[in-house]
């Protein structure tokens, strides 16, 4: 029979993952709530177990494991990561000629969800009311495609793409044209479409369209044409425990029952035993829980303050500048908070 302390260590630091429920799920480990334990904010007790953890980092995605935070701190990382850091992105959309078959309105709002490489935090916000905009707060994107016939193509060819030229438009013709010195300031490497190949519209012969577009400055929370990321989630580490040893068959119909590489069965003086390998791959099916061999042999849990970050850029910037910003941001709203609270008590 478990004692009492730890009962309490489970309901503080475990989610228990149950047959026909998850237990444990609220935080809990307010001052005083537990008898014995000493709940109260500690600087210097949260500085020795707060960690972060890469696991992983490329041009596109980060994963790293945040340790030693509530879930609401988690969850407002989280938040920022999506609507409260800034990117650049299509705003005014100037259409000269558009005589295709996508609509106006539709046409512009395709072009304001092309993600745009170019870093927000060397530009301002626009003023509202400025139609016009200027080199420190706009970037300016052509859009100039007429389709022909080619006059190459063979007599029998149905296959557009040898029929026609220029019949489909891609973000690779979005074409950057400087304000003022930005020429003097950045490449065209470094001002462009993420993407060269997303297709905005297909055209026939004759079709054609001329379109100048302003980039500004904004928050996901404002559109999500604005949001840096693609996604960004977390989940908390899963736990495993063998309650007993599990042998033979059984041990291979355990192994089955969860995610590739996350159980392993070891050959042992002949006998076939089941062992957790790497429970950070499972994705808490519970499926052992079909089988009445297996559910009482096994406990599944998840470790309440290790949150297992993914972070997947849009491609703006790199995953890893992103969450620098975020933790940034962050920063700035506690301190407008701790400043408010002064104000307060000043008055």
């Not at 730890?6 to 503080?12: C, G, V």
């Not at 972070?311 to 408010?340: H, I, R, Y």
Request: hydrophobic fraction near 40%; include cysteine.
């Amino acid at each position: 029979m478990a004692s009492f302390r730890e009962l309490s260590d489970e309901l503080r630091s475990r989610v228990v993952l149950g047959e026909f429920g998850v237990r444990n799920v609220h935080t809990t480990d307010f001052p005083g709530n537990y008898p014995g334990y000493d709940d109260t904010w500690n600087q210097e007790r949260f500085e020795q177990n707060f960690r972060v953890d890469i696991i992983h980092l490329d041009s596109d995605l980060l994963e790293f494991d945040m340790v030693g935070i509530d879930a609401a701190i988690a969850n407002a990382f989280r938040r920022i990561l999506l609507a409260e850091v800034p990117t650049m992105a299509v705003e005014k959309v100037f259409i000269y000629n558009n005589t295709s078959i996508v609509q106006d309105e539709v046409l512009a709002h395709r072009l304001g969800l092309i993600p745009i490489k170019a870093d927000a935090r060397l530009f301002e916000y626009r003023n509202s009311g400025d139609d016009e905009g200027t080199e420190i707060d706009t970037l300016q994107f052509q859009l100039k495609v007429k389709c022909t016939r080619n006059p190459k193509a063979t007599k029998d060819s149905v296959d557009p793409n040898e029929l026609y030229l220029n019949h489909k438009v891609y973000s690779k013709h979005m074409k950057w044209i400087p304000i003022g010195n930005q020429s003097d300031l950045f490449t065209e490497e470094s001002i462009r479409p993420v993407h060269d190949d997303i297709l905005i519209a297909l055209l026939r012969p004759g079709q054609e369209v001329d379109i100048v577009m302003h980039c500004v400055k904004g928050l996901g929370k404002d559109h999500a044409k604005f949001s840096p990321v693609a996604t960004a989630s977390y989940r908390l580490l899963p736990e495993i425990t063998l309650l007993q040893s599990i042998e033979g068959e059984l041990a291979e119909k355990l192994k089955k029952c969860f995610s590739p590489g996350v159980i392993e069965v070891e050959n042992i003086n002949g006998r076939k035993v089941a062992k957790v390998v790497n429970p950070r791959l499972d994705t808490c099916s519970r499926e052992i829980f079909r089988y009445e061999e297996l559910k009482s042999l096994v406990r599944l849990a998840r470790v309440r303050d290790h949150f297992i970050f993914s972070v997947e850029s849009a491609g703006s910037l790199p995953p890893d500048v992103l969450v620098s910003e975020a933790v940034k941001v962050l920063m700035t709203k506690c301190q407008k908070f701790l400043n408010e609270l002064d104000a307060s008590q000043i008055d």
